[in-house]
Structure formats: structure tokens, C-alpha cells
């Protein structure tokens, strides 16, 4: 389930996907936008009516993101689109475009008839960019005065015509617009003329080219926008769709700093509860089978489950007189797992209780997990180790809603296998009351079994909806914000609050690298922290990590200027000098263990003028060997030790702006703040600092 604005175009009629963020000012006046992602036929328009129809048999490649649409002259291919509903006014075009040898007068996308009416079009002359429009009696052309591009490589050309300021402009590779004036009328000459990409004039000025990303709207784009949408395609994140999720993968936190006071959202909240989502279905199928949408455990359909309405879409609807149920023949659980799903009880448990989910082998003992209401208000998770079993519960009180006439509640069961403990939380909150010893370390039963929902040894009368398992045991935080979002889907978690930094002493803001940052003061010991009361384990991998930020230094002296935190001193990020006022000669980063200080690394960083925006970032991994501090996208000094942290055991918290005690105030005024669970590659900091912005968020559909 993903955010409205990335599922429904305009007017909600077509779905599509966008290579920058679903609140990018880039969908304002955006009136069609080509992915070129087909690998034949007919290539769809994302966001208006304008598909274009394959014409002679038009191939792919590799794309920027993505395939491309692939032309070849000797089989006059192109796209086209006979009556379009394009701009007549103020209109921009983008797109990229790789050439194979050098092309003269052919064309790349344009709007014009198949004689020698135009309206607007590129195309290219000996492989220079040629930008042309024409208003009334007015046609301009616009020769690119940087001359030939480089065939073979990926182009990123614009063109843009505004009658308003009488001016047409082009540009190439996100340079300075190139501009001409446009004294003609102030309408495009675009009555019966086609749109066509890979042509000018229809099959007159075919082109041999691969094209990728082209994009028509109704008014000239900031500068400020044409750099997101540079970037958005650029070779620099060709490093991001490697890596699958990109920036995304393994993201725990990112605060964007809009806020102008008070707690600081958490913007990457869906991913922290995304990690570790290893099963889950949505049981919306009305009959049938009921497919995993994470890693595709199909479950079968016994007696004919049938549906009803869920908490979210449709629920699978379970009739304990039909013994009917959903099964997979096979399933091992982690070693330490979470379950959650939302349950609604149509009427008391039958002695022996109504089953809600079963890994089972045979009872008790030889059993990965059971769930099940009982006559009471309770709910129990037990578990066997194969020899015997444990278990917990989870008791609603009298005076609370009886389960079995309950609407809908949400279930969630988590189990830490280094403790051993089984915990029941009922609507977001721990209500184990009653539970076994701990499972022993390791002895915990993990022989494949079946898995089923609907049952454990006895059916169930119950709708059950959006059934997950993770590969860890949730935080209470993240518990609580499951049951908070209202469905059970982790994508609407934007707003909970999971990892959301406390305001220490009323920071403000100021104007940011993105829109807002925060403006941490030291005189008045400002900060932003979360305290984490379980251990930094709960959020980071202590063996790989990554974080950063953008900062502009105000108040520069001989004392630390701390920009960013992780736990009692266990990994700091601050900025010093020896020259007040001056530039900040020394930035470096600090590692310390349960016995002292373990590592550090860093190096000499002279950063120029310290009150601009810098880009900071810290690595660490111990399989790599080494942490290193990287300064506007470069490593400063020498890699430092991957010495172990021992803080899986201790407590610990984020901090932005401050060490977390009243002392070490920033003086700075900091902005998009990261957290991962990973360590980023070298092309993957060069690539964030590369966009001017670190709003890494934006392109979350890669």
C-alpha cells in the first residue's frame, strides 16, 4: 500500500512512477511523462493521456533508470502520438538521450506534422543540440554553443519556450540556460501536429539513439527543479539502482528538519518498520489463494476461506463449522521473529480455543509458534524446544473490551531469542501477563513445519487481515506504531512517531540546504535526541553503519561544534579549529567499546569558507576493516580501525546538535540528518553530496 500520491495520477485515472518524491513541486504542471520502461509496443504515458504508439518495431535498452526506448535509422522507428493534448503556451521538455555516431538533422522528440509545419522540437545537427520553436511567423532555432556532444555516452538535453518573456532557452547536461529572444505570438503552432519521439517530421528525420525520461510540462521549471530532475536520472544514481533500494536500503532514520520548533519527524519512519519484513499477506484475495507479497509463500485455500471486510481492503473470513483454513506446506522461522495482524472475533472460543495462526509439527512440544484465543479474554503464544514447551499470554481485564466482541484488534507476538522471552501485545500495548520461563537459549524448535492461518490444532471463527512476520523481535515503539497507523501496512508510518527526536531546549530553525534546517544554538545548550531504552542494537547493525548530515557552521571557536551522535560516547561527529573565525581545519569522528575508548579516524579537512553548507558523513564497517569520515562527498584522512563496539549491551540514543549531557552545543545549523544499517559505498556518499541537497528521499522509486 503505498502513498495515494505515488498510486493515482491526475484526476486518480492512471497509476505511475517517477524517478523523484511523491511531493516533489516537479508534479506541478507536469502534463505527460514517458518512463520508456516497455520493451516493445505501445509506451505509456505516467501521468496524462499521451501514449504513443510503436512505430516500425521500436526496440530497448538500458536506460538511465531502467530500459530505454531504442531507435534505428535503417528501420525508420519512432514513437508517435497523432493528436496530442500538449501545451499551446508556456511549455519545457526534458529528456536523455545517448547517440550512437553522430546524427545530422535527425530528430530526437518534437511536436510538428510530417511537412514543414513545426511547433516545437529538438533534434540534432552533427550531434549538436538544435532547439526550435515556432509561434506565428516567428521560428527560432537555437544551436547548442557548446557544439557536439559526445556520441556513445548518456545526454540529459532541455528546451523551454515562454512567451511571456519573449524568450526560448536550451541546455544541456544541467548547464546555464543558453537563451534567445521570441518576438512571434504567444502560441504554439501545434494544430494537427504530432507528437513523435525518435523523429522530426515523422519519418523524414528518424534518429539512431537510445532515449529515456522525456517529459513535457506546462511552464519553464526553477533552477532549483531543474537540478532535482538532473539528478534524479544522473549517472550518479546509476550506483543507487544497483543497489536495489537505494538510499532506501537499510535506511533507519531521516529527518528533513522542516519543523520550526518541537520534536523532528522522522521522515524514513516506514522503513524502520519495514526492516526485517520477511512474510506478508494482505489477504485481500476474495477466494483462493492468498499470496505473500514479500517473498512469496503462497498460502492454499482449505474448504473455501471466504472474505469480508478488513481493517484494510478485504479479510479472510474463517467459519469454524467448515474447518476451512490457509496453509503453506512449509515454513522455518528466524530465530528471533515478530508476528502482527488484525483479528475480529465473531463470537466466543469453543473449549480448546479458537486458532489464529500455527507453525506446528505436533502439540506441544515439537511446535515453532501457536496462537489462539481462549474461552477467556485471553490470548496465548506457545512454543516447544522438542522436548517440552512455553509459552506467554496476553489478558484483557474485565472492564476492557471482551476480544470475542471486539470490532477489530490488532495481535502482535514477538520473540527475542537471546532472551527467550515471548511477549503478547494487544492493541499496541504489552499485554503479557502470565508467561512460562524463558526458552533456553538456542534450544528453540525450528524444524520446518506447515504454517497456518485460521488454526492452530482447532479453527476459528475470526476475520483475520494483514498478517506479517518479521525476522526480528519489534521494538515496543514500533508496536505501538503499527497499531497507531490503523492498518497494519507499514507504508502509512510516516506519521508515528518511530525515532522522532525530542526538542532539548526549544530548538529553532533557519533557512536549510532543502527548505527548513534545524538552527541548534550553543549558548542555550540546545539539542535533538531520542533515547533508545533497549540498546542501539534496536535500530543500527553494530558491525556496519552509516551517518550523516549537512551543516553550516555559525559559531566557529576552539571548542567542539558537535554535529551528530550515537549512543554514551560511543561514535561522535564534531568539527574543530585552531583558528577562530577562520576555517575548520580538523573534523573527526571517535569509536569507543564497553572498555574505553576502542578507535578513531578522521583527518585533516580544510573546508574553505565554514559558514557555507558542507556535507558530512561517517562509514564504518567491520567486514571492510575501517570507518572514514567523508567531507562534500571526499574521504579525509586515512581509514581508521573497524575496532568491535560493544554497544549491543548498553544504552544509548541519538543526538543532533549536541552530546546528549548540556554540553557540546553545535553552534550549527544542521539539515537532512541520516541514519542506515548498512555501509554506504564510496559512489553512494559521492552520489548523495552530488545532489546538492542529501534529499536521498526523493528517490524512493528507484
Not at 334 to 357: E, H, K, T
Not at 485 to 495: E, H, I, K, L, Q
Request: proline content about 3%; charged content about 15%; hydrophobic content about 40%.
Amino acid at each position: 500500500m503505498y502513498p495515494l500520491a505515488n498510486v493515482l495520477g491526475p484526476l486518480g485515472h492512471r497509476p505511475y512512477s517517477l524517478p523523484w518524491s511523491s511531493g516533489s513541486s516537479l508534479l506541478t504542471g507536469l502534463v505527460s511523462w514517458w518512463n520508456l520502461d516497455e520493451t516493445s509496443g505501445t509506451r505509456a504515458d505516467a501521468v496524462g493521456s499521451n501514449d504513443l504508439t510503436d512505430n516500425n518495431t521500436v526496440g530497448y535498452a538500458a536506460g538511465k533508470i531502467g530500459n530505454a526506448a531504442s531507435f534505428v535509422v535503417a528501420n525508420t522507428e519512432y514513437l508517435s502520438k497523432t493528436t496530442p493534448s500538449l501545451p499551446t503556451g508556456t511549455m519545457y521538455s526534458c529528456g536523455w538521450i545517448k547517440t550512437v555516431g553522430t546524427q545530422n538533422n535527425d530528430g530526437c522528440w518534437s511536436q510538428n506534422t510530417a511537412t514543414s509545419n513545426s511547433c516545437w522540437g529538438l533534434m540534432f545537427v552533427g550531434n549538436v543540440p538544435y532547439w526550435r520553436t515556432q509561434a506565428g511567423a516567428s521560428t527560432v532555432d537555437l544551436i547548442w554553443a557548446g557544439g557536439a556532444v559526445s556520441a556513445g555516452d548518456w545526454h540529459f538535453i532541455e528546451g523551454y519556450f515562454d512567451p511571456a518573456n519573449d524568450k526560448v532557452g536550451l541546455a544541456v547536461d544541467g548547464s546555464a540556460w543558453q537563451t534567445s529572444a521570441q518576438a512571434g505570438a504567444d502560441t504554439l503552432d501545434n494544430t494537427g501536429n504530432a507528437f513523435w519521439i525518435g523523429g522530426y517530421w515523422g519519418t523524414a528525420y528518424t534518429i539512431d539513439a537510445d532515449i529515456d525520461l522525456v517529459g513535457v510540462w506546462s511552464r519553464v521549471l526553477t533552477a532549483d527543479e531543474r537540478t532535482e530532475l538532473y539528478n534524479a536520472g544522473a549517472s550518479i544514481k546509476n550506483a543507487f539502482t544497483d543497489n536495489g533500494e537505494g538510499f532506501r536500503e537499510g535506511l533507519i532514520a531521516y529527518y528533513k528538519m522542516e519543523e520550526e520548533s518541537g520534536p523532528r519527524v522522522n521522515a524514513a519512519a516506514p522503513d524502520a518498520l519495514k526492516r526485517g519484513l520477511i512474510h506478508r499477506w494482505s489477504l485481500d484475495e476474495e477466494s483462493g489463494t492468498r499470496e505473500d507479497s514479500i517473498s512469496g509463500l503462497t498460502l492454499t485455500d482449505v474448504n473455501t476461506v471466504g472474505f469480508a471486510t478488513g481493517k484494510d481492503g478485504n479479510a479472510a473470513s474463517f467459519t469454524y463449522a467448515d474447518s476451512d483454513k490457509l496453509t503453506a506446506a512449509s515454513i522455518v522461522l528466524p530465530d528471533s521473529w515478530s508476528m502482527a495482524m488484525w483479528v475480529n472475533f465473531r463470537g466466543a472460543s469453543p473449549v480448546g480455543g479458537q486458532g489464529v495462526l500455527g507453525c506446528i509439527g505436533s502439540w506441544p512440544n515439537n511446535m515453532q509458534a501457536a496462537l489462539y484465543a481462549g474461552t477467556n479474554n485471553t490470548i496465548y503464544c506457545i512454543m516447544g524446544d522438542g522436548v517440552t514447551y512455553y509459552y506467554a499470554t496476553g489478558y484483557i481485564p474485565p472492564t476492557a473490551p471482551n476480544l470475542h466482541e471486539h470490532d477489530w484488534f490488532h495481535l502482535a507476538v514477538t520473540f527475542a531469542a537471546d532472551t527467550g522471552l515471548i511477549h503478547v501485545w494487544i492493541d499496541g500495548e504489552d499485554h503479557t501477563n502470565h508467561a512460562s520461563v524463558p526458552v533456553p537459549v538456542g534450544t528453540a524448535y525450528r524444524t520446518a513445519t506447515p504454517l497456518d492461518i485460521g488454526k492452530h490444532t482447532a479453527y476459528s471463527s475470526a476475520r483475520i487481515d494483514d498478517v506479517e512476520i518479521y525476522n526480528r523481535a519489534l521494538t515496543p515503539a514500533e508496536i505501538a506504531a503499527k497499531y497507531a497507523a490503523g492498518a497494519g501496512t507499514f507504508y502509512p508510518y510516516a506519521d508515528a512517531s518511530v525515532y522522532d527526536l525530542t526538542d532539548i531546549n526549544t530548538v529553532g530553525f533557519a533557512a536549510g540546504k532543502s527548505g527548513n534546517a534545524a538552527n541548534v544554538i550553543r549558548a542555550n545548550s540546545e539539542g535533538l535526541v531520542f533515547d533508545f531504552a533497549t540498546g542501539m542494537d534496536d535500530v543500527l547493525d553494530g558491525d556496519n553503519f552509516t551517518y550523516g548530515c549537512w551543516a553550516k557552521i555559525v559559531e566557529l571557536d576552539t571548542r567542539y561544534v558537535r554535529l551528530m551522535s550515537l549512543g554514551t560516547g560511543y561514535s561522535n561527529m564534531y568539527t574543530y579549529t585552531t583558528s577562530p573565525g577562520g576555517r575548520i581545519q580538523l573534523t573527526q569522528f571517535w569509536f569507543a567499546d564497553d572498555g574505553g575508548w576502542a578507535g578513531s579516524g578522521g583527518g585533516w579537512a580544510d573546508q574553505g569558507d565554514h559558514t557555507a553548507w558542507h556535507h558530512f558523513a561517517v562509514v564504518y564497517s567491520v567486514a571492510g576493516g575501517f570507518c572514514r569520515f567523508y567531507l562534500d562527498g571526499v574521504q579525509k584522512g586515512v581509514d581508521g580501525p573497524a575496532t568491535g563496539m560493544a554497544w549491543h549491551s548498553v544504552t544509548g540514543d541519538i543526538r543532533i546538535g549536541h552530546n546528549g549531557a548540556g554540553t557540546d552545543s553545535s553552534g550549527a545549523i544542521i539539515d537532512e540528518a541520516f541514519f542506515s544499517n548498512r555501509a554506504w559505498s564510496l559512489d553512494e556518499i559521492t552520489g548523495l553530496y552530488a545532489s546538492q541537497a542529501g534529499r536521498f528521499y526523493d528517490f524512493n522509486t528507484l
